[in-house]
């Protein structure tokens, strides 16, 4: 198939080109590099370091025997989306070219208004471009499981039949996100829904969980015990485009205490290894969805709690001689810390989903590899502690206990 | 009071901004002027002549005896908000700035990008300036109806009640939109949802029907027998700005006949007259939210489906000696064309909302008022018959009985 993939150069989009590359697929890539100037801007780096884009390609060249097409433009740039997919006529579209982070889009009005317009746009010129150019693709959304936030009942896969006051009907589930980030996913899967019913464009929209995972087999030396270092991929570690179990790891690996937000530590969310997410993502893309279909996937292996996660980060880092302290900070966020959690995700098993790795396992892999950049993590510690607040207080978080 | 009103030179701002500086309140006004120029580029013109800003400025103030501060800035210009709302720090803020069309941000990508970023940037920039510089005003943003979509259920006012898989949960009503334009409207709602949950900003959310007329009391003469000129608000009748209420009158006034989207005419939406508009925004305004509240009101006060709506227009006509036929055309939307519809709005009546008027009275009004600009309406009659397909086709729509 031919594959065209937005935000081919991020965490999960160069990951993506390996392995659908390796499986014999054609793919084409879009980015205009954002994701490594907004790390810069947090005065952060990725704990791995990564190649440029002319030394991936060439990477690429030499592993696949060619280079795949490669447009640096932004995605709400319309004439330019239509350019490339007039030329490219993609089967499918995977679309990871958004601003990714939560905290990025809370720390102040330009920056609210900077997440919102690139993700809502960028989305809105996508859509409009695949029906004027090639309405036949199949969108595959990367969405989150953070737009259900954390309602007191179970949470469907984006559609719900209810009965209300003796009346029924299947109707969206409704979204209740808690960033200015997650709200702009929210309105990206609202008018992804309506363009497949206004204009029959088929779409997959995918609320993952949380990634995490240093390796997939297609970055790794012939004899799989090492990362081909112009292979791998991102992996951040800052407050706003690291995630906690990065963050944990990360710490761990410099001798820095785990930061749990809040006193409690049972926010507790859905979670895959990088591998497993290649492996969905895979399954949706040779599964399409029919012509105006619009559905969802919930896309996570297990759910853990916040605490839960650094006991498991703890408890691998002994493995390794470390003993990892578990510290509470003040909360930046606005969000329950103990809350009902319930989420499906029978869609992705219905097609064949096989859950490969165990989370341990997982964290065994990133401690070899990141303890490798440990003198690089401690140079900058300081991301690891957050400044951004919900509330817009500039200053840093407090530890509890 | 202090009410600042953001889109005050539009028909239910310049409506509004007379309302309430005869009720005592101290209005100031905030618009760029767009309507006007968008109307233009629709090839129409409002079929009631209005004044121009300054006329209307000095007519207002030989009425109130003072001008109103007014800032002929756009809502998305963060920096100027700031100053606006630090300057006037007012109890109320009434939010009209938004591009109010479905048609219009259906004709193209550019139009339908531009519709969504002005509407969601504009108020993503108000609710910012507002946490920074006015946390205690209570923002009225006027939403509509149409957010909700035609469900197969009950309709309630933003939240409900619901048990699934045996457990229970209040949750933000599902929106099912129909075009770019109610989906921009959507995210709105759900960006202050949040605002007033994370900054404990206070919110009402107009989810209001169609407003039609084209009079209040504060527009006439002493005696009550004519509009004055300069104090007139506008009323479009173009396929973009107008609505199907305004587009029937303005037809029958010209010999026109009435034109229904669609072979059947059942869509049914609901209605309410200008005056009771006033006095319905004004009981939000003078009944303000709570810290950190966010509240729903579905502001209407009949429900009509189409083809009633014509009839009734038709009914009216004939006491003006005219035979207002009525014809179908081909429908330029997706949209259900027989549906259930049973929308709640109790917490407005709960509020002392009395209706005031009929619509056939206030129809009776919109003809004396209309008929004195028969040959300007003819000139325009072109605009009466849709071009904008919601497919993207470009052409006329075809008669069909």
Not at 70 to 82: K, L, S
Not at 95 to 103: D, I, K, L, N, R
Not at 173 to 191: E, I, M, R, T
Request: charged share 20%; proline share 5%.
């Amino acid at each position: 198939m031919k594959i065209l993939i937005l935000g081919a150069d991020g965490y999960l989009g160069h990951s993506l080109m390996l392995y659908l590359a390796a499986r014999g697929h054609e793919v084409f890539g879009v980015d205009n590099f954002m994701r490594r100037s907004w790390v810069k801007t947090m005065n952060s780096i990725s704990a791995l370091p990564i190649a440029d884009h002319p030394h991936r390609m060439s990477a690429f060249h030499s592993k696949f025997e060619y280079t795949p097409y490669f447009w640096t433009i932004d995605v709400g740039e319309y004439d330019q989306m239509c350019h490339v997919l007039e030329m490219v006529q993609p089967d499918a579209i995977v679309h990871f070219a958004e601003c990714p982070s939560a905290p990025y889009s809370m720390i102040d009005a330009n920056k609210a208004m900077f997440v919102m317009r690139n993700n809502v746009i960028g989305t809105m010129s996508l859509i409009y471009a695949m029906k004027e150019k090639s309405p036949h693709s199949h969108l595959i959304k990367l969405g989150t499981m953070g737009e259900y936030g954390t309602p007191n009942i179970d949470i469907p896969e984006g559609f719900f039949d209810i009965e209300y006051r003796g009346r029924q009907d299947m109707l969206p589930f409704p979204k209740q996100a808690g960033s200015w980030y997650h709200w702009s996913k929210v309105h990206d899967s609202n008018n992804i829904m309506w363009a497949c019913k206004v204009w029959g464009l088929r779409s997959t929209d995918i609320m993952q969980g949380v990634v995490y995972g240093t390796r997939i087999p297609e970055m790794m030396s012939e004899r799989g015990d090492y990362v081909i270092p112009v292979l791998r991929t991102r992996l951040d570690f800052d407050e706003s485009f690291g995630t906690a179990i990065n963050r944990f790891v990360c710490q761990a690996v410099i001798g820095h205490p785990l930061t749990i937000f809040g006193d409690i530590g049972k926010q507790t969310r859905g979670f895959l290894p990088l591998v497993d997410s290649m492996q969905c993502l895979t399954l949706a893309i040779e599964n399409p969805a029919d012509e105006g279909e619009y559905r969802v996937f919930n896309q996570f292996e297990e759910t853990y709690s916040v605490l839960g996660l650094a006991q498991t980060v703890r408890r691998v880092a002994s493995d390794f001689g470390i003993d990892a302290e578990i510290k509470h900070l003040e909360t930046p966020r606005s969000e329950a810390q103990e809350h009902y959690y319930n989420p499906d995700h029978e869609h992705l098993l219905n097609l064949g989903y096989k859950p490969t790795r165990d989370m341990e396992s997982v964290l065994t892999e990133m401690f070899i590899d990141l303890l490798e950049y440990q003198a690089e993590i401690k140079e900058y510690k300081d991301v690891l502690i957050p400044h951004i607040f919900w509330s817009g207080e500039e200053r840093t978080a407090e530890w509890l206990k």
